[in-house]
Every structure is written in C-alpha cells, then in structure tokens.
C-alpha cells in the first residue's frame, strides 16, 4: 500500500532512514561489534579474493562493496556484470568466495553464475530482500537486506540496505583479521549519522525538485561526475535518471571526460559533480568548471566538509567509505522528480520489468 505517496518510488527513497537503523540494530551488538553468523565470517576469512556478482543497481553497490573490503578486510575483491561472468572463462583465484547481490534473489544471469559456483564446489553468500528466494535458497549462505517489499521498478532502498549489509561485513571480516581500520571504524554510530543525514536530504525535497523541473524535465541528455567511490555512485545515479525519466544520462569518472567525451557536452547540458572524498574534491571540481566553461549547467552533490559557497546540494557528514549512502539521496530525488513532472509512470518505466528472469 503506497498509503499518501503518489508512488511507491517516494515511499521507498523515505524508507530508507529507517532501514539503516534496522540494519543496524540486527547486524550489530550495542557495543558495535558487528552481529554475523560465525560459520559466515569463517568461511569468508579462508577466501584469499572475493567475487561480487550483480546485475544493474546491485552490480553498483556491489562496486562500493569492493572498495568497503578491501579497505576494511585486506581481501582482494573483484565485481562482476552477472550476464558477462557467467559466460566468460574467468580466471579464478585458489580459494575465491562468491557474494552475490540482488533485491529479488530471481535475477537470472546472477543465478547462471551461482549454479556454475555450486557446480565447483565455492562457497557463496546471497545477500537479497527476498527470503527463500532462488539465489537465497542455493547459496551457501545468506543475509536479507530487511528493506521490506521494493515494488517500485527503480531500485532505491535495496541499494543503501545492500552497501550497509556490505560495510558490516567488511568489517567483521577485518576485525576477524585483525586489522586496526575495522576495529576502529564504528559502523553502528556511522549507520545512526546515515539515517539523520538521509532525512536532512529528504527534507530538502522541494529544492530538489525545482532542480529537476527547471534543469533536468527539458534535458536531452545529463552527466553525473566523480572520482573513486563517488565515480561509482555517478553510476548508480545516472542509471536512475535514464530508467524512470528516459534523459540519456552517463556516469562518468571526471578525470576521463577531457579524453573524449567532453565533446558532448553543450548549451544547458546539466553536469552533477559528486565530491565526497578529501584527496579527490578539487580535482573533480576542476573537471566540472572545464564542463562549465563549454556552457554545462553544473550542480553539486558535496559533503559538508567539502562544501564551498555556491555548492548546489550539500550532504551531511559520514566516514568517507560510506558517502554513497547519502549522495545517492539526491540523484534519487532528482530521477523522481524529473520523471514526475515529465508526467510518466515513475514506477513502472516503460520496457522494464522489476524482476529479470530471462537471460
Ligand atoms: O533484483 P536484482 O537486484 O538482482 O535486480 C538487478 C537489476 O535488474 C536491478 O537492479 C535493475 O537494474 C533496477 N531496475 C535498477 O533500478
């Protein structure tokens, strides 16, 4: 029952505060200490490389959840398209652990992949909303993403739910290898600042709105901009203005625009910079101020700490290794709003389905 939203999209992106504190408050202790199935952590400590496998928005938390492993835990970790791995001869390390992701656990090129991982014996772990779903059932093991039902086709609180699931168990696997980053990093409190920090964006709505409307309902075309962790949420956020508003938009690492395809770039095209990260903030502003003088409209998604005068969106401060879980919150806001005003159906975007499973 969407109750007062117009649709179940708005519903979701409002939900999410309330996910991170329920995550946080079933996968971890008062103490902080993360809350994980024992046999999970053991198995997951003999993997000398982790393999995340996802399609779309997943396969993008799945891209934070690499720089959260190898950050936290020391593991080597690779992500993988679900459609591309599944047919590919990938060479393996000794002893690989497979994490796959995904809202419906029904997505079927991540389930090809799980049935060739079952098939060699690897040990897996299924981290999906859905309880008994397929990939929940044939994976080693599983963890849910306690989002509650995601009905819009866009993909909004499953991707926050699975980058906070992501950083617990980064961190309990850096704490059972001892590493003094894991210990030190206080998920709990990080997921409490999350969720204040998520409603502080969700009341600047009508802001964000009158963004949309002004800049991205006319757009033909729209870039978001970032370095590093923020480069893979200017993925996420670009794939969210193309499925529900049907802008053409790229997700783009800002350093790369200047090698070819600034080119595009004209009259009015809205450039969204995300500047989340201390050691790359100036250097993505630059890239955005080259984007500006070949006549872009430029915004900013910017971390407080970060924020000059002038900056368009600024996003409360969180650890470094989890800004994605605030600055997708306004490239949410902004797809839905673009898409509302365009007069679509935001929740049921032409040509797609909620669930893809057929490869
Ligand atoms: O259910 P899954 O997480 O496995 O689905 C994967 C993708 O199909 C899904 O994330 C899709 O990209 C969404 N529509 C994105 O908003």
Redesign the pocket.
Known sequence: DKGPYPYYMLKEIDEQPNVMRKLAALYTQESGKPNIDTNLINALSEADRIYIV?????YHAGLVGKKLFEKLAHVPTEVHIASEFAYDDPLLSEKPFFIF????G??AD?REVLVNVNANDYKSLTITNVENSTLFREATYTMLLHAGPEIS???TK?YTAQIAVEAILAKALGEAKEQTIAEDFDIRQQLGLVATGMQAIIDEKDMIEGLAKKYFVPAPRAFYIGRGIDQTVSLESA??LK?ISYVQAEGFASGELKHGTIALIEEGTPVIGIITQRKTANLTRSNLQETMSRGASTFTIVRRELALDGDTIVIPDVDEMITPLLSVVPAQLIAYFTSLNKGLDVDRPRN?AK??TVE
């Not at 996802?54 to 997943?58: E, I, K, L, Y």
């Open positions: 996802g399609a779309g928005t997943s992701l995904s809202q419906s029904e997505t991540s086709v866009a993909s499953a794939l969210k499925e797609l669930s893809v």
